[in-house]
């Protein structure tokens, strides 16, 4: 089998394709390979016995096909192992669970009944390989550690103590009073996780610490730290097995315990379904937002995010159109690190503006921009005009049934009877001849008032999704000004990625309710007439695109390592090589011909490193302290005072803290702090955040610069000094044969190309180690908060040792004083640690690159195994296992051929949105609704009776005036 041409894989010639097109061809043949290299270890499997413990000679070649196994599984276990993070978040009641579950393509997988349970704790979905019948669906429950428990327990006895030494000091201030209302809003989320799990009360917490409470409840220790593993298989029984962590649900987590909800008791939950959305790595993250007030839920939640490859904020409509202010999506802090990762864009962040189907009709026509639309106020006046006939044509058809139901008794009032017609027989055929008539007049309107009832719904339809359109556009306009002004403060130069970075941010709106009925085929909500309309669509193909670098990125790994394991035993397999094998000594040409070439090419990489490594590291941004940091000292200072306000925008005399949560804040140490106010709903503190923010707003623009577009760059340049030296290489390689065993150079030179594969490995591999640099950059500044909190933790004790009258002001002082002093310290401590952290990051590339080297020189080994295996007759010659390695060899042959074929002529696509058409899956701009009204099947019961009359069967006299099952009295069954 001759060498495959390479060029004419689909997804080697496939760079000129659109996006979406290339990445599905790549990943298509990702499967294929994959799927080919288990078949071949199957085969290796049955085929290629381990030894036996005899001295024989290894003419198959077992140690390299085990190897080559070896490496197989090690690429399978990756492939299995890759996944895209995009993080979903959204307040309460955002829809966001709907949301989830809409695109998942299951209604009820996760449970939006219980609000606080859903958004608590962080779900990670992703997509479940195993095929096992019973295991179709998967899930894992991780649960808190006792430690974590403690730490929440330990605060809520504090805050307890505090609120309660505010009653004692009886004030009947109206700031007093405030404070208390809100110190016990503080204290009801752990209340309600006390009373959920343990069934205790306030009264009965009076005299307990967190010791005496852990100990009434010995099933709550048995679950702390535990992972439980569930499955099922269909969505209904694993949806039930996980309910009761999921949601309010009780259940006996023990064999012989009680049962309780243990949701409060749960860190985070993994699931593994089988959903498009899901092909190929993506994962979905619901995040409950990183200011939990669990601490190992926010630092679940704060783990994730950082490795977040997009994020979608899930936003309801009527929430964004009420709120008079900028909207706020994400918190300062957030959105920072997101600059500094380089994912503060439209292909990395994506507003959902969710429930558009929640909107007041009546309401959205008066605003001004619907009264200018003239198309709008057309179909208004329109549906006044039908609305109008709709009535009147009810009212006479409510006329007409009330004539038809006196037709009988007036008939049989008439007047004489003609002659030779008998009375009883003349009233009948009368009787027929009116209500006939009167059933066409009253089959007539009821198809009236249906088409109008049909037009009516239509036109209803039509005029709320022009309401919604135009509040959609309204909330678009207000978001993308928004995002531009926040965009703007990253200064990008490189022109290729101005598209990127420019100005706009990617917003879908969306509603899960009216989504599903056009999936069930149910009835559609008004104004959403098939499943474009209501967004869920193109959500999804946002995140499929927001994916799609990562996933190329990942293919593209994968098939070199594919090709090259194609390729080596493809030379071990080979046919033609058959008649010319040559009586050598593997052992010996192993150990005196290629050697010195290996030594030279880990050398010549090693020098290329050497410049690479020296290049990364001038791209390093905090290599010299910033003159910024000067400022930082001053802006510390105005940050510690803004902590005594409510709202850092307010410092206003109403606007100031009470000392209760000022004292929450300090027992916190600085960190996330949700105050639950009466007046203005949730306000979040976050001091820590704040003075990290200080410095991270020096270096964003730097930050981004070198991680995120200069590291990258250094990969083209890296790339053309591998191609040269790599030329050099192989002919060396060439020239070593030619000199020690020319007869073995023919054999050389077929392999030569599949060398070349390791090659464009390497350079993958280079491309993936700078891109690591920027990856690692991430976790620097993911620590800066806690290194400045370390800063002022004495502090923050000797602050609370502040006790009595006055003490609100004195901690205030003693706070503002370090600051004073300080501040200039800890921002140069912590620049330092961060550019101690991020040397260390960057430090990192000399040894990853030196292992590339080693494992390029291993994979040149084992294409050089496999060329001696084939290449050479054996030392020792025995026929059985001759005769086994060519049958085996044959297979191996048959197996590449069709491994090769489906690699250049692909079957079909297997990624769902392949060759997708944009406008397909978009939001129709106009409103296209089908009212399907069949003419000839729209009579109604009243003709239907009527021709039930006519086969009633004949009268005796021979006429057409058919006798029915009138009654005495004229009326008829089945009159309404």
Not at 345 to 372: G, N
Not at 408 to 422: A, E, I, M
Not at 935 to 945: F, G, I, L, N, R
């Amino acid at each position: 089998m001759p060498n495959q041409d390479t060029g004419s894989f689909t997804w080697t010639s496939c760079e000129d394709c659109d996006d979406k097109k290339r990445v599905a061809i790549k990943e298509n043949a990702v499967a294929v390979g994959i799927s080919q290299c288990k078949k071949l270890m199957k085969m290796f499997e049955t085929s290629v016995p381990g030894s036996d413990g005899l001295n024989r000679p290894d003419i198959l070649g077992r140690e390299a096909l085990q190897k080559w196994v070896g490496g197989c599984e090690d690429l399978i276990r990756r492939h299995r192992d890759f996944g895209v993070l995009v993080g979903v978040a959204g307040p309460t009641g955002s829809g966001k669970t709907s949301t989830l579950n809409a695109l998942l393509g299951f209604n009820e997988l996760l449970p939006t009944s219980n609000q606080e349970a859903a958004t608590a704790v962080a779900c990670k979905i992703a997509y479940n390989y195993d095929m096992r019948t019973n295991y179709k669906f998967r899930a894992t429950v991780t649960f808190r550690t006792k430690m974590d428990l403690t730490k929440q327990l330990d605060l809520f006895f504090e805050d307890m103590r505090g609120r309660d030494e505010l009653r004692k000091r009886g004030t009947s201030s109206a700031e007093d009073y405030e404070a208390l209302r809100n110190a016990n809003a503080n204290l009801k989320p752990t209340f309600e996780m006390i009373r959920t799990v343990f069934g205790l009360g306030e009264k009965d917490l009076v005299s307990m610490t967190t010791k005496d409470l852990l100990g009434s409840k010995t099933d709550v220790g048995k679950l702390l730290g535990k992972t439980k593993s569930y499955h099922g298989g269909d969505v209904d029984e694993l949806s039930e097995k996980i309910k009761p962590y999921m949601d309010s649900t009780t259940a006996k987590h023990t064999k012989s315990g009680q049962e309780f909800a243990a949701w409060p008791l749960v860190d985070k939950v993994e699931l593994f379904v089988r959903s498009e959305i899901l092909r190929n790595g993506v994962v979905l993250v619901d995040l409950p937002g990183l200011a939990d007030s669990v601490e190992s839920r926010a630092a679940v939640a704060e783990r994730y995010f950082s490795k977040l490859a997009a994020t979608l904020i899930v936003s309801p409509a009527r929430r964004a159109a009420d709120d008079s202010t900028s909207v706020k999506l994400m918190e300062d802090h957030q959105e920072l690190r997101m600059k500094l990762d380089g994912r503060f864009h439209h292909r990395s962040y994506c507003v959902a503006v969710s429930m558009i189907d929640h909107i007041d009709r009546a309401s959205a026509t008066r605003s001004r921009d619907v009264k200018s639309n003239s198309v709008l106020q057309r179909l208004i006046e329109e549906e006044k005009v039908l609305k109008s006939k709709k009535k009147d044509k009810e009212g006479q058809l409510k006329a007409g049934k009330k004539e038809l139901a006196g037709i009988g008794s007036k008939t049989k009032q008439s007047g004489t009877t003609p002659r030779g017609v008998s009375k009883g027989k003349y009233s009948v055929a009368k009787h027929k001849r009116q209500r006939k008539s009167q059933l066409a007049t009253i089959a007539k309107l009821k198809r009236e008032v249906d088409d109008l009832e049909g037009n009516l719904k239509a036109l209803d339809g039509h005029i709320t999704f022009l309401c919604v359109k135009a509040r959609n556009e309204f909330l678009e306009d207000r978001i993308q000004h928004d995002f531009e002004q926040r965009q703007a403060q990253i200064a990008v130069n490189d022109d290729g990625l101005k598209a990127t970075y420019n100005g706009r941010v990617s917003i879908c709106p969306i509603s899960a309710k009216a989504f599903w009925p056009c999936v069930l085929d149910e009835e559609r909500l008004a104004g959403f007439p098939d499943s474009r309309y209501s967004g869920i669509p193109n959500l999804t193909r946002w995140i499929r695109n927001a994916t799609l670098p990562e996933r190329e990125d990942h293919a593209n790994t994968v098939l070199h390592d594919l090709n090259n394991c194609f390729s080596m035993i493809q030379t071990w397999s080979r046919k033609e090589w058959g008649q010319n094998r040559l009586h050598a000594s593997s052992s010996w040409i192993e150990a005196h011909v290629f050697p010195s070439t290996y030594t030279t090419l880990e050398e010549s990489l090693g020098k290329c490193w050497k410049t690479l490594n020296s290049r990364a590291k001038k791209c390093n941004p905090l290599l010299d302290r910033k003159d910024s940091l000067e400022n930082c000292q001053n802006e510390c200072l105005e940050v510690v005072n803004s902590w005594s306000y409510k709202n850092t925008q307010d410092d206003t005399e109403a606007a100031k803290i009470h000392w209760l949560t000022y004292q929450a804040n300090i027992q916190r140490k600085g960190l996330k702090f949700v105050s639950n106010t009466t007046d203005q709903g949730c306000l979040q503190y976050s001091w820590m955040e704040d003075l990290a923010n200080v410095l991270l707003k020096t270096l964003v623009g730097d930050w981004n610069q070198a991680l995120n577009i200069d590291i990258p760059e250094l990969a083209t340049g890296t790339h053309e000094a591998i191609d040269m030296l790599w030329a050099s290489f192989t002919k060396r390689l060439q020239i070593s044969v030619e000199e020690t065993l020319p007869e073995l150079l023919p054999f050389l030179e077929d392999v030569i190309p599949s060398l070349d594969l390791v090659k464009e490995g390497v350079k993958d591999e280079v491309r993936q180690a700078l891109k690591d640099i920027s990856k690692g950059a991430s976790e620097v500044h993911q620590d800066l908060v806690k290194e400045i909190q370390k800063k002022w933790v004495p502090t923050f004790r000797a602050s609370l040792k502040e006790k009595g009258k006055h003490s609100l002001r004195k901690r205030q002082d003693t706070i503002a004083a370090f600051a004073q002093k300080s501040g200039r310290k800890m921002f140069n401590a912590a620049f330092d640690n961060m550019r101690a952290q991020l040397k260390s990051n960057f430090d990192r590339l000399p040894n990853t690159l030196e292992n590339i080297s080693k494992v390029a020189v291993q994979k040149v080994k084992g294409h050089i195994s496999m060329l001696l295996n084939n290449a050479l007759l054996p030392e020792t010659k025995v026929e059985e296992e001759e005769e086994a390695k060519l049958k085996l060899q044959h297979d191996v042959r048959n197996a590449l051929l069709q491994w090769d074929l489906e690699w250049k002529v692909p079957e079909a696509d297997c990624d769902a949105d392949a060759g997708e058409n944009t406008e397909s899956v978009a939001i129709p701009k106009e409103y296209v609704c089908k009212v399907d009204l069949d003419e000839e099947t729209a009579d109604d019961e009243y003709e239907k009776s009527d021709d039930d009359d006519n086969n009633n069967g004949e009268d005796g006299d021979g006429d057409d005036d058919d006798d029915d099952s009138d009654t005495e009295d004229g009326s008829y069954i089945g009159d309404d």
